[in-house]
């Protein structure tokens, strides 16, 4: 099963399925087209999509800087935005 990456004028976009308050930050697959991402933090102040922006950047090897969350701040399914970074190699990089 896949998720979906779609390409625009800014940047990729695809979508993230957040699970705040586990044992440790870390992607569970796939849950309906987008990534799941189990979080070591709790929602407050914004520590839970802080450490999604930081492990996500880790998982794509790019700067922070270039990852931001489009649509979802305050849910647990987002949409990031990511430049600098082709569809396929989020796909390949999300997955592997």
């Keep these: ?5 779609l390409s625009g004028p800014q940047g990729i976009t695809f979508e993230v399925k957040v699970q705040p308050g586990a044992k440790q930050t870390g992607l569970a697959g796939v849950w309906d087209h987008a990534i799941k991402l189990k979080v070591a933090k709790k929602p407050e102040a914004g520590a839970a999509n802080q450490e999604c922006i930081r492990f996500l950047a880790q ?5 922070r800087s270039t ?7 305050f849910s647990t399914r ?3 935005l990511v ?3 082709s569809a396929e190699e989020v796909q390949k990089r999300l997955t592997k």
């Design 83 to 85: 430049a600098g970074v």
């Design 78 to 80: 987002k949409v990031f």
């Design 59 to 63: 998982c794509l090897e790019i700067p």
């Design 1 to 5: 099963m896949s998720f979906s990456v």
């Design 67 to 73: 990852l931001r969350i489009l649509k979802g701040e």
